[in-house]
């Protein structure tokens, strides 16, 4: 049971846009920035966004975060094939002295 | 360009021991926190040991704590993970990760992952 809470699947066809939600708690998403990492098949985890919402240099503008008391989500607009990955967000956690992740959500293209 | 390259992995059985490594280049090492991160088969990231720039903080997950020791070798850019009574749940893919500053905390973040390396723990 993963203390971040995201849902295990979503999807979307090309160009659509998807949201992925994080759900937290005051000792982690409530009190500490959100992190966004992509995950392609086979591979290791790339980040995506940082501090609730910025993008490292590289990652296109299509991906967006952002970030309510407890809650977090990313947005994906002009959803593209390629984008079909698994999708971690991850936060400091004061409680435990730990950084925690989401369980993860699968992202399919249609 | 930064590189992380873990080595170390392998079959092993319960209770025994593995030491893990992580090369890195491309930025200065010394500067920087490291992290263990781990993924089981099929399953989602579990932040494992985090190690400030000097070595004077450290922390670890619970699942993990008094059975694993992390390290790091400045002068040989170099980041360890001594693991030891090993058990089947620690079977996973193993991440080192490059902190974005000097403490493993939530004055950083997790920037640069290497390609992992597995560990499969079984009889």
């Known amino acids: 049971q993963s203390v971040l809470t995201q849902p295990p699947s979503a999807s979307g066809t090309p160009g659509q846009r998807v949201t992925i939600s994080c759900s937290g708690s005051s000792s982690n998403i409530g009190s500490n920035y959100v992190y966004w990492y992509q995950q392609l098949p086979g591979t290791a985890p790339k980040l995506l966004i940082y501090r609730n919402n910025q993008r490292p240099s590289g990652v296109p503008d299509r991906f967006s975060g952002s970030k309510s008391g407890t809650s977090a989500s990313l947005a994906i607009s002009g959803l593209r094939s390629e984008d079909e990955a698994d999708y971690y967000c991850?936060?400091?956690?004061?409680?435990?002295?730990?950084?925690?992740f989401g369980g993860g959500t699968k992202l399919t293209v249609l | 360009e930064v590189q992380l390259v873990e080595s170390g992995g392998g079959l092993v059985q319960p209770g025994r021991s593995l030491r893990l490594s992580c090369a890195a280049s491309g930025f200065t090492f010394d500067d920087y926190a490291m992290h263990w991160v781990r993924q089981a088969p099929g399953k989602g990231l579990e932040w494992v040991s985090g190690?400030?720039?000097?070595?004077?903080?450290?922390g670890y997950a619970d699942s993990v704590k008094g059975r694993f020791t992390i390290s790091r070798d400045n002068a040989k850019n170099s980041l360890y993970l001594q693991m030891n009574s090993l058990r089947a749940e620690d079977t996973a893919l193993y991440y080192c990760a490059k902190g974005s500053r000097g403490y493993y905390d939530s004055s950083g973040y997790l920037d640069y992952w290497g390609q992992g390396t597995l560990v499969t723990v079984s009889s």
């Open positions: 190690i400030s720039w000097n070595s004077g903080s450290i």
């Open positions: 991850a936060a400091w956690d004061d409680s435990l002295s730990n950084w925690v």
